[in-house]
């Protein structure tokens, strides 16, 4: 890029938050037109906090952006949007009762944009991009109608509906599977063959080193490094991003002890039927013992939500039984299984699993409510505390209000408080997507002692199948609502797993 002048330039920024938390110390680094770059880091590192400063959420404490070597000063996001720099969160930030091309004119009229020429202009821009993907975008739906993904989709036509330079993802596409956080690449390579600029979030190393032309990396609120692709490696990147405690990642089976002789969770022939009428579960048969920890394998959208849902009493099962600890619970609803001690880590913890006005401490005393509507505000303060302590939880405090925290740290929170509640059994899917790899492993290792210690049964579901290797005793697979196995996690091949998912 040599000579090249930035198309976004960050330098000397600092920022920090009440109680001395020091987000970003003097960071400085550059975005260059027609390129992608990975922001990497860990939970915490101060990657949120930065792409807030370049979309005017933020105000830095020191420090200045350059936007085509002008200095540029954000109070709000629309000071950064008429800058060409557009942010995609993990949330949507649509309103659901409009349509999609409603949605989109607000973005526009927000520039001063509107009438006729606008929703023509949208026309061709949502055909032009379904186009390059080939994904069709319906732009007379409603809202609250589309996927998550293609909410998702929404907000990057959005972005280049604003005439953005840079769009940048903060964990966008976490929550997404492969395939689908593939059609979201192919868009940014096509984004960057017209010049646009990209600065994409993830904890995927592997998937940041195939798209991305620089990977930046930020530890504890400093600049780690800046590697091309070229010169960039895993290894150099988890050096980087973790220094000495890159040792701890780990992809190795952790050890296990038999379970015990006795059923935990048992689902016989279940069945569950979506909106449309599909069987998105086909006659499901899993049993899970106590101590021991099943894990079911998949590519997303093979029924495993859905499954998992049902044993918690989410979604109603159109037929067959499911038991925990001996007891029938079909259809008997959530507060009932829950009461039985089940912990449950919902698949996208953000909105299903924190209420995120609420402080840290206000979060976790939602165990203590039990029966009664008392709860025991000083035990819960210690074991907040305690949890906060054990998951490196960042923030000032327990009073901390959850939704300033970051991604990775509510996960921790909601982690570590469904563990604590796991009386008898713990249900999660997805358990460590949002964390990066060395709270991945100590999130695993702590589930796999609780099995063993305490002999909780554990039912999770994950797309990524190191996870599951890794933490499993006994691996089922389900494909298009079907459930494949039981296959013992010590003796099963990876190959046949990776057919039953796809074939
Ligand atoms: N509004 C806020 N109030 C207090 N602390 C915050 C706020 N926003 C972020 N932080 C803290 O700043 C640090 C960096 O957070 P963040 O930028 O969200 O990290 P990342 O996105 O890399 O996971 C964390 O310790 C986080 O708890
Ligand atoms: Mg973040």
Redesign the pocket.
Known sequence: MGSEKPLVSVRNISKS???G?V?LDKVSFDVYRGEIVALL??????????VKILYGIYFPDEGEVYVDSRKAVFYNPLDAIRSGIVMVSQIPQLIDRLTVRENLAIGLRLLGLSGLSSTSRIDEKARKVSEEIGMRIDLNAKTWRLTYTQKQMVEILRAFLLNAKLVML?EALTYLPLEERRRFYVILEAFKKNGGSSLV?THKITEALEIADRIIV?RR?RLSGVLSREEASIEKVRELMFGEEAGKITYERLPSSPPLDQQCITVEDLVVVDEYGRRVVDGARISVRKGEVVGIAGVAGSGQKELLQAVVGLVKASSGRITVLGRDVTNKGVDHVRRLGVGYIPDIPLRHGVSSDNTILENMAALFQRDKMLIEWEKARELTVEIMKRYQV???NEE?PVK??????IMKVIVGRELEYSRSALVAYNPTRALDEVTAVTVRRVIKAKAINEKIGVLFASEDLDEVFQLSDTIYVMNSGRVYGPFNAETARREEIEHLMVM
């Not at 300033?404 to 740290?409: A, E, K, R, Y």
């Open positions: 938050f009440p109680g938390i987000a880091g860990e939970n915490g590192a101060g990657k949120s906090t930065i903060d979030i930020l609120g960042l923030a000032r901390t300033v925290l970051s991604g990775g740290n």
